[in-house]
């Protein structure tokens, strides 16, 4: 029986995309590279925000480059990672019910811990008590600690317990931590490319979440 539900953060609980997409492409414009797509940034997304800036920059960037166009792009986001972030429409819907009906949750994400605890707490309150990110202690996903930790603070096992996210990442957190994964399609990656990887349980809106539990 599930009685527990792990969520990835990025493209699947928030839409981060606008403003992750505006910072890179400030930072880019500032060092005079050419500027992304919104849909190129979405392609890119999913292992961090230095792995992405590292992808946004051209190919032949050197290191030295690479060093201030990254602190640009740190600098500016952390002025408007708020601009234009929030939940997905249904999110907040979805966990209220999911609160309603006894299930345990908590979110794993990427991002540094504090940031993750802070974005938590900013838009879902009490309904995701707890919330993990990259530490010293928690490596990233798609390595299990995150949800190692998470089942750990909510007292629940792997055998109760399901991971929801949107990215390749997400479902090999999934395989890593051996947790059954549900893949959205509201995300960052559309459902032929996760249905190459392999997933098989996909959603195309919060609310079907219930149907998979």
């Not at 995309?17 to 060092?31: E, I, K, M, P």
């Not at 993990?132 to 930790?149: H, M, N, W, Y």
């Amino acid at each position: 029986m599930i009685t527990t539900l792990i969520f990835d953060m990025d493209g699947t609980l928030l839409d981060t995309l606008q403003d992750l997409t505006a910072s890179v492409n400030f930072a880019l414009r500032s060092a005079g590279k050419p500027e992304r797509t919104k849909e190129e940034i979405r392609r890119m997304l999913g292992n961090g925000i230095r792995a992405l800036v590292l992808q946004a920059c051209p190919a032949g960037t050197t290191d030295e480059e690479f060093v201030p166009i990254f602190a640009t792009f740190k600098a500016h986001y952390l002025e408007h990672c708020l601009d234009e972030t929030a939940p997905y429409a249904g999110i907040l819907p979805m966990l209220e019910e999911a609160k309603k009906r006894g299930y345990k949750m908590a979110v794993v994400s990427n991002k540094v811990h504090q940031a993750v605890v802070e974005l938590n707490e900013r838009f879902f309150g009490d309904l995701i008590p707890v919330a993990i990110g990259e530490s010293e202690t928690v490596r990233r996903k798609p390595l299990p600690d995150g949800v190692e930790a998470a089942l750990k603070a909510l007292g629940s096992t792997k055998e109760e317990a399901i991971y929801i996210g949107d990215s390749e990442v997400d479902f090999a957190t999934a395989q890593n931590a051996e947790l059954p994964c549900v893949s959205v399609l509201w995300g960052f990656r559309d459902r032929d490319y996760l249905e190459a990887l392999g997933a098989t349980t996909l959603i195309d809106h919060p609310a079907e979440l219930f149907d998979c539990l």
